[in-house]
């Protein structure tokens, strides 16, 4: 019953099918697929290969039309023929556009206006082999001029879509010249180039795939980017919310967010942490007296040798002030060590040379106890140290005077 019911639909008739008109077609299909992607991505290149798509169709739509007149015939496969270069140069610039490069635009206008000259005049007073040969050679050369932009394009960024347009317009690049030998030798048959068409249209698939896989690179590779430099914005911030902008050293923010995470690091490990208060004596005097200017230079001097003189591991901290702390993995022995050498480096340090006597350090360090929840009590106690070592300056500045 089926077939019966099948039997009253008429079956379609022949039809001849021009294979330039079809690829014509493709590439108009190719241009308006990146004109989408054009708008999401809104780059000179992208429009370079619409228009070069575009030109493509121009010229094979008229090469395919069969003309009576052959004067007009042989100007319209010169115009075909012109098309076809024209595109072939776009997608070279937009080789040399990505991702926005700009383009000296002199040489390739004059270039454009010479071989319209050529392709459109030669027909009327030369063979039209000659045309045709002269149309295929430039092809070639501009195609494989593309396909090494396109490879040193990949080198550069390494897109797979950019190795993959070189790769096809290499192969269009040999197809054209071969062409030209085949039309000069006058060995050019319909079926060899139904075969050429034939592989031009699979080939330059694979380059309209490598367009949009190099357009779909570009993209994943600036968001990348724009990620990277968001990070790193980020990570700036973070800096400069817990660095102090004077002496660069930590602040007290920093020492909020680290002080539970360094008590369970040592308790875990079972290292000594140390605290170690450092403040300037006769801080105010030498502001009142030599000015601000100064007074920032010293802590600034004092910042810069507290970090040259602890290890990487532990940290220096603008407690505030004058006022400096520093977080050791060290004993309580060790850090009044410590703070003997941290007195002598002070004294000898350049920017210090010129202050007023009695211009020098009083430190004060405590261990912080394994079992202990914060360290409180060590601040405290170090702080409470660091004043008995200012007092114990002042009185030996008084017996010296006296």
Known sequence: MALDALQGIPQPAAALIEPRAFASYGAVLAAALLGVLYIYRGRAFIVYWIVGWLLLAGGLFFSSRPYVDPMAGGVMLGLAQLLGIWSSALLLLAAQAFPESPLRWTATVKAAAASAVWFLAAPLVLPLRIVLVSGAIAAGFLLAWAALRYIQLFKRTRHAGSALIGVGMGLLAMSSLAMAVLILDDALTASLLNRALAFSAVVNVFVALGMHLLVFEDMTGELRRSNHELAAANEEVRRLAITDSLTGCYNRRFFDQIERREIQRHRRYGSPLTVMFVDVNRFKELNDTLGHETG???????????????????????????????????????????????????????????????????????????????????????????YDDKSASRSLSVRSRT
């Open 296 to 386: 920032d230079a010293v802590l600034r001097a004092i910042g810069a040798m507290l970090q040259r003189h602890v290890r990487g591991s532990d940290c220096v901290i603008r407690w505030g002030g004058d006022e400096f702390l520093l977080l050791l993995t060290c004993t309580f022995i060790q850090a009044q060590r410590k703070a003997a050498e941290l007195k002598a480096a002070f004294a000898a340090e350049p920017e210090t040379s010129g202050l007023p006597s009695g211009v020098g350090l009083s430190i004060g360090a405590a261990q912080a106890q394994i079992d202990d929840d914060s360290l409180n009590d060590a601040l405290r106690l170090a702080d409470e140290r660091m």
